[in-house]
């Protein structure tokens, strides 16, 4: 474990064992089949990342309730929700290095499990009776669904660019850590000036993640991961790191490169010199660029606030979203 | 069409045109393709039975404003949404004589629209304020997963009681009827005596409603009910007709009957000849008795309302429930 993810941990410990506890509180499913296949998504070895940044956020707004432990559950179970849908539709075999929900319990209960999950989300933030926060957790999910469906609709599209390769990690990722960040401080009734600057830092640590996760697919190995090295590609996901190459490579390696991403059976050796022409074209620095200007962002969102520990904390994260291996 | 349907049309014929155009305004997804998913289950000859309860509810409260036509929609795309799903887990081919959306667009893309339409019911909503109402919707989306998951698990069990069954359908059906009903007199800020009334005819309602859908399985063909006959059965789903039969039927018979129904490849004679064991032992008789006994008792549950159009209109509907033929 890097020292940068020691020392957060350190520092938020009490928070996640709290949410934690939450989580187990509020699932209250009726049935015994609901609670094992949500268990198995939910308690599984998340970062809690989502979570633990409503609870950091509220803090920087020096908010004294109870609700932001509520709220911070609601994402986690709107996450594990588009988890469950996410691994269906990729297909996927393993997350986090176990068997993904519907290879053990099939794609029917999978999919009702997903429902459930949104909608308890939905019904724990309508329980604290804050119209405001209600409408970001239900927005956040017409905006993750439609970015899934973006993706989707432009799987294996080597004309993908990087304005509409934003525009769907944008949706699919940033708007949950943005909303996560706005809830908090519309809980705490904090100023307008800061409630956009907890946002912005939301939005640009959301980004910075996603790019990061999508770097993370071309230069960890299948261990690491927890699941199969270059799954994004199979799945026919062109992200960022291939976006930049493609963009930048000659005709002949475009083409070698259009040829393997064609075929979802891709060997390791064909991955392998994906990989280096990845690398050769600066596709690979390319995205940790990108990634690292808008960890930059993130942080000089959080210029108006004073220091303090919560403040350290928010800036470790978001560093420690460019040290992730998985 | 049959005299009641005729009369009921007649008189909510504004009803239905506001929602329709209500149901076109909210829906403003961010891609195209997502309408045209929608728009695939949500314009596609659905009777609006559940908007139009809220509507008439409503009236029924002498409710003034327009949050009734908001919720109704709510409630419409909340049950297209269960729609995709379900024709999904159920692998359906056909729903009100087109192909299903998933036939069309593929598992993924109908999976993401109807999470997008879950949000869209929540979002709509939330955009009232109105949080008793909110929490409905929320509520009704929980219990229908959990519905769905419960019949699901008991997928071919021929085990299932009439007690279990009648679980089930409260859930994946009756709640959102309840739930319409409901709504609207929290809406009207009606009095506790109304709201559990207008509840009660809800969910009786509702129960009647897929009691009744359950026999027409066995008594409609393929060209009225735009499905395939016999779907339930092939699907593994026991449903109240067929579990009255098997409590009834002797040893040889009931042996008989689970020996095609364990097949979900069963010919249209060993169809034919369930169906005529179902009418030997009465499963049909006794499915029409209990859905007339929920219909009468979602009338009483009127009977504190003083006589008008609206309340006409109310018992028709529950008699209409009874009349369908798909």
Redesign the interface.
């Known amino acids: 474990m890097s020292d940068l993810k020691t020392r957060i941990l350190g520092l938020v410990a009490d928070d996640l064992a709290a949410i934690e506890a939450e989580l187990e509180l509020h699932l209250n ?3 015994d ?2 609670r094992q296949v949500a268990g198995h998504i939910l308690f599984s070895g998340g970062k809690r990342l989502r979570p633990l940044l409503l609870v950091l956020a509220a803090r920087m707004c020096d908010y004294q309730g109870s609700y932001d432990k509520t709220f911070s559950i609601s994402l986690e179970y709107l996450h594990a ?2 988890l469950l ?1 996410d691994d ?2 990729d297909e996927a075999d393993l997350r986090r290095g176990r068997p993904v929900a519907h290879s053990i319990w099939g ?3 999978t ?6 999950l ?3 989300a ?2 724990i ?3 604290t ?1 804050k ?1 405001e926060i ?2 970001v957790v ?2 956040i ?2 905006n ?3 970015g ?3 993706q ?2 432009r799987k294996g599209d080597l004309a993908l660019n990087e304005t509409e390769y934003r525009e769907v990690i944008w ?1 699919k990722t940033a708007v949950l850590f943005e909303g996560a960040c706005r809830s908090a401080a519309l809980l705490a009734g904090a100023s307008e000036d800061r409630i956009e600057a907890l946002s912005r830092y939301g939005a640009n640590l959301g980004i910075a993640f996603q790019m990061a996760d999508d770097l993370i697919d071309y230069i960890s190995d299948t261990r690491d991961l927890g699941k199969k090295a270059g799954a994004d590609l199979r799945e026919g996901k062109l992200t960022l790191p291939v976006i930049a190459a493609l963009e930048m490579a000659n005709r002949q390696d475009r083409n070698r490169m259009a040829a393997i991403i064609a075929n979802p059976q891709f060997t390791e050796n064909e991955f392998n010199e994906l990989k280096a022409l990845l690398e050769q074209y600066g596709g690979l620095a390319y995205t940790r660029e990108k990634a690292q200007e808008h960890v930059q962002l993130a942080k000089d969102a959080l210029a108006h606030f004073k220091p303090s520990e919560t403040t350290d904390i928010l800036y470790d994260l978001a560093d420690f979203t460019l040290q992730r291996r998985a």
């Open positions: 499913p009726h049935l089949l609901v929700a588009t849908h269906l539709i794609n029917a209960t999919i009702l499990v997903g429902d459930f949104l909608a308890r939905l019904t933030a309508a329980g009776g119209i209600i409408k239900s927005g999910t017409e993750m669904s439609q899934e469906i973006h989707l609709s949706r």
